[in-house]
């Protein structure tokens, strides 16, 4: 595992129930995740490395929901189980959640967009993001690409990802690595 140093963050990416195995929007292996990012929380814990996690939290009847025509079933509802992070992830007390999706005209992949985020860490002093979570193929790939547009250095954790359709996350990983995204393991 890479040392945290100073002006890094680590920032997990919606790692909540209905992406996991039994969930609304089941991503193969997605609980995977969760053993090595308990991990680097505890490595980020241990450095004072601020950690930052993102929810997907959508009204009923989200546009991004089948019936509204959107591509995805019912997910992670506002305050649904589903809706909940992992159960086994143990979220420190002092962690930064970033909640989104909760536009009604639209869906928010990246946890940057219309959060403030980047500009949260810019003013935290933060330079290069450590990032994992669910799902590699889209939200994990939409807030990494923000990320590099918003000129943070970005470490890929490629262990502690999972893709909803395994060819779309190798395509998302080329596309992170052309921006500039470096990978590693747990
Ligand atoms: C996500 C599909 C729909 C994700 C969110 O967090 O990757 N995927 N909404
Ligand atoms: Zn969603």
């Known amino acids: 595992m890479i040392k945290f140093r100073t002006h890094d963050a680590l920032l997990i990416v919606d790692v909540q129930k209905d992406f996991c195995p039994g969930g609304a929007l089941a991503i193969e292996g997605g609980d995977t995740v969760v053993a090595p990012l308990n991990q680097w929380i505890q490595a980020a814990k241990d450095s004072d490395t601020p950690v930052y996690l993102s929810r997907d ?9 089948a019936e509204q025509g959107g591509p995805w079933p019912p997910h992670c509802i506002q305050d649904s189980e589903g809706a909940r992070f992992h159960p086994d992830l143990k979220v420190p007390h002092s962690a930064v959640v970033i909640t989104k999706g909760v536009r009604m005209d639209m869906d ?44 943070f ?11 909803v359709n395994p060819e779309k996350g190798s395509h998302a990983r080329d596309r992170m690595q052309e921006s500039g995204v470096s990978l590693c393991q747990t």
């Open 153 to 163: 250095d970005v470490v890929l954790i490629d262990d502690a990802t999972r893709a």
């Open 57 to 65: 939290w959508h009204p009923r009847e989200h546009i991004s929901f």
């Open 108 to 151: 928010q992949n990246s946890a940057f967009e219309q959060t403030g985020l980047a500009f949260h860490l810019k003013n935290a002093g933060i330079r290069r993001l450590f990032v994992g979570g669910l799902a590699l193929d889209v939200c994990v790939q939409a807030t990494v690409m923000d990320a590099r547009k918003s000129g």
